[in-house]
């Protein structure tokens, strides 16, 4: 069993999910995705996609040129489909064990949860 995915890797690996984009187009989808719980930095992102890229989990697709810059894309590959699947997996099995034990608080008559 692996360990569990750090939260930004996971988010990235989603994003990634439906199809290549550059790196503005992650910390986008990333910030929606998240609901705006998580804002990637540049840095961040791209430190990380260059270890994502050393595992495997993504790969370069293409490079173009906007306004002069290169805008660089990038793709899951099979294997961080099958992480990012994993993952998924493993968090909905978490949420749904934490529904079930909040929903025997319940039962037990102690309420709602304090915030």
């Known amino acids: 069993m692996s360990a569990p995915m750090r939260e930004p890797t996971f988010w990235i690996l989603a994003a990634l999910a439906p199809e290549p ?3 503005y187009g992650v910390i986008r989808e990333v910030a929606r995705l998240s609901t705006g719980h998580l ?9 990380a996609l260059d270890r994502l890229t050393a595992q495997g989990l993504v790969e370069p697709d293409r ?3 906007v306004d002069g810059r290169p805008r660089r894309y990038y793709r899951l590959t099979s294997d961080g489909a099958a992480a990012l699947d994993a993952e998924a997996e493993r968090r909905q099995r978490s949420a749904e064990a934490a529904t079930a034990q909040l929903a025997a608080r319940r039962r037990f008559g102690l309420g709602p949860v304090s915030p």
Request: zero cysteines; hydrophobic letters at 35%; a negative charge.
């Open 63 to 65: 490079e173009e040129v």
């Open 39 to 47: 804002t990637l930095q540049a840095g961040t992102l791209y430190a």
């Open 21 to 23: 984009r550059h790196g």
